[in-house]
């Protein structure tokens, strides 16, 4: 029984030593793992050949992968550190691939001691990235674009000052001003000497000192809303220099309309007068209607502190005068009320009122809400005054004529109350 169980026990594995020949396979018929691996998946007829979603790639991921097979290693990091911030990759296909593109383009150049198109690739991916979301992007690229450009020694230095140039305005647009400042003054001094021009034919180291102008300006301002006044001076005089330097007859005279600003903020109306002037000598060259009434108005107000009204006064019908004639409706207003408040100071109400009017009318057909309702205002108080003051005067005086005059308007109660309404107010009565 046992034997004959034995006898016919199957072996459990294969004898090793006669392997069945059914079971050989010649070694020109087997294929290599890599062979295996190209061969196609053949699917069941009719069944679809689609990928599941869990075993799906992101496209992110096939650039990764694919920067990586070309060897492409530091665009490989590049591209997996913006990655990181940049969330919104997988919606905007073009952008991943344009990336790819010249990624790997600046890393060939960059191999092969190619600076300068390696600085030309960073560069496009700068310029493309220009959406308002992208703008960190344009910030990144303007940096390795500066590093690409530090390298390249072919050019005396050209485009590493264009790359100055746009990282001073990125910084810029950001209110950096600092960095702004210094990538600014790196422009200038590598711009100096040289006859670079940009596509448009302007020379760059102008360009660099209307830069300079600009951020330093802005940062006397900030300088000056903390009231740090000296060195607010400081660095509008810089900004000054900057302009006289570019040639810019309208920057220099806009530079010095800002000194002039800065130095009546601190009192010294003499020096603010000084600038003034030369603001309003540069516009009347230029013909520059909107400067040089601007230019009137800032002379009247380091006047009318001084105490000076009646050449305040002068200086004020000017802005009247050549904004009524060039149609600048918002100057003209706003010469008008100036001129308002001067007389309004000087206690001539009937004057003021009449100015007060008129830029309410000039408001009134500017649409303009808050200067309608401030004009509004100033000719109902200076009104107010000139009836008070009449009826004061009228009230100190004894006299049997001056009661009458004032029991009269107080029964009309006309909107004008003068010396010369109430007479006529009164022969009236008489003729009655």
Same mark, same amino acid.
């Given at each position: 029984?046992?034997? @004959?169980?034995?006898?016919?026990?199957?072996?459990?594995?294969?004898? =090793?030593?006669?392997?069945?020949?059914?079971?050989?396979?010649?070694?020109?018929?087997?294929?290599?793992?890599?062979?295996? &691996?190209?061969?196609?998946?053949?699917?069941? @007829?009719?069944?679809?050949?689609? =990928?599941?979603?869990?075993?799906?790639? !992101?496209?992110?991921?096939?650039?990764?992968? *694919?920067?990586?097979?070309? *060897?492409?290693?530091?665009?490989?990091?590049?591209?997996?550190?913006?990655?990181?911030?940049?969330?919104?990759?997988?919606?905007?296909?073009? #952008?991943?691939?344009?990336?790819?593109?010249?990624?790997?383009?600046?890393?060939?150049?960059?191999? /092969?001691?190619?600076?300068?198109?390696?600085?030309?690739?960073?560069?496009?991916?700068?310029? %493309?990235?220009?959406?308002?979301?992208?703008?960190? $992007?344009?910030?990144?690229?303007?940096?390795? @674009?500066?590093?690409?450009?530090?390298?390249?020694?072919?050019?005396?230095?050209?485009?590493?000052?264009?790359?100055?140039?746009?990282?001073?305005?990125?910084?810029?647009?950001?209110?950096? $001003?600092?960095?702004?400042?210094?990538?600014?003054?790196?422009?200038?001094?590598? !711009?100096?000497?040289?006859?670079?021009?940009?596509?448009?034919?302007?020379?760059?180291?102008?360009?660099?000192?209307?830069?300079?102008?600009?951020?330093?300006?802005?940062?006397?301002?900030?300088?000056?809303?903390?009231?740090? %006044?000296?060195?607010? &001076?400081?660095?509008?005089?810089?900004?000054?220099?900057?302009?006289?330097?570019?040639?810019?007859?309208?920057?220099?005279?806009?530079?010095? %309309?800002?000194?002039?600003?800065?130095?009546?903020?601190?009192?010294?109306?003499?020096?603010?007068?000084?600038?003034?002037?030369?603001?309003?000598?540069?516009?009347?060259?230029?013909?520059?209607?909107?400067?040089? *009434?601007?230019?009137?108005?800032? &002379?009247?107000?380091?006047?009318?502190?001084? *105490?000076?009204?009646?050449?305040?006064?002068?200086?004020?019908?000017?802005?009247?005068?050549?904004?009524?004639?060039?149609?600048?409706?918002?100057?003209?207003? #706003? /010469? %008008?009320? +100036? $001129?308002?408040?001067?007389?309004?100071?000087?206690?001539?109400?009937?004057? @003021? +009122?009449?100015?007060?009017?008129? /830029?309410?009318? &000039?408001?009134?057909?500017?649409?303009?809400?808050?200067?309608?309702?401030?004009?509004?205002? +100033?000719?109902?108080?200076?009104?107010?005054?000139?009836?008070?003051?009449?009826?004061?005067?009228?009230?100190?005086?004894?006299? +049997?004529?001056?009661?009458? #005059?004032?029991?009269?308007?107080?029964?009309?109660?006309?909107?004008?109350?003068?010396?010369?309404?109430?007479?006529?107010?009164?022969?009236?009565?008489?003729?009655?």
């Amino acid at each position: 029984m046992s034997s @004959a169980v034995s006898g016919s026990r199957t072996p459990l594995l294969p004898d =090793i030593h006669n392997p069945p020949k059914h079971r050989k396979t010649p070694t020109s018929n087997v294929k290599s793992s890599r062979e295996w &691996i190209k061969d196609p998946i053949i699917y069941p @007829a009719g069944e679809k050949t689609q =990928i599941p979603s869990e075993f799906r790639k !992101t496209l992110r991921h096939n650039v990764c992968v *694919g920067l990586l097979s070309e *060897g492409f290693h530091r665009s490989f990091a590049e591209l997996f550190a913006l990655l990181q911030r940049w969330e919104e990759a997988e919606e905007h296909p073009h #952008k991943l691939q344009t990336l790819q593109q010249h990624l790997t383009r600046a890393e060939t150049a960059e191999r /092969a001691g190619q600076y300068g198109e390696a600085y030309e690739n960073h560069l496009f991916l700068a310029r %493309y990235f220009a959406e308002p979301e992208d703008r960190w $992007l344009k910030h990144h690229f303007f940096q390795l @674009a500066l590093h690409s450009a530090r390298k390249f020694k072919m050019d005396c230095g050209k485009r590493e000052a264009e790359a100055n140039l746009h990282l001073g305005q990125v910084y810029l647009e950001k209110g950096q $001003l600092e960095l702004a400042q210094e990538h600014f003054e790196a422009f200038y001094h590598l !711009t100096m000497g040289r006859s670079w021009q940009d596509t448009s034919g302007r020379m760059h180291h102008s360009r660099s000192c209307e830069e300079l102008q600009r951020v330093y300006t802005r940062l006397a301002q900030r300088l000056l809303q903390d009231q740090h %006044y000296a060195d607010a &001076i400081k660095m509008l005089t810089k900004a000054y220099e900057m302009a006289k330097e570019s040639e810019d007859r309208g920057s220099e005279g806009e530079a010095a %309309y800002q000194l002039g600003l800065a130095y009546r903020s601190t009192g010294d109306q003499n020096t603010a007068k000084q600038f003034f002037s030369m603001h309003l000598e540069i516009s009347t060259t230029l013909e520059n209607t909107d400067s040089l *009434g601007r230019a009137y108005e800032a &002379i009247a107000k380091s006047l009318e502190s001084e *105490g000076k009204l009646t050449e305040a006064t002068e200086y004020l019908e000017k802005f009247a005068e050549i904004s009524l004639n060039s149609k600048q409706d918002r100057n003209l207003e #706003k /010469a %008008y009320m +100036c $001129l308002g408040t001067i007389l309004n100071s000087g206690n001539q109400y009937d004057g @003021a +009122c009449v100015h007060f009017e008129r /830029a309410y009318e &000039i408001a009134c057909n500017l649409a303009s809400v808050p200067r309608l309702q401030k004009a509004q205002v +100033c000719a109902g108080n200076a009104r107010a005054l000139s009836m008070m003051q009449t009826y004061h005067a009228l009230m100190v005086t004894p006299g +049997c004529q001056n009661i009458k #005059k004032i029991i009269s308007w107080k029964e009309r109660r006309e909107d004008n109350f003068s010396a010369t309404s109430c007479e006529e107010q009164e022969m009236k009565t008489v003729d009655r």
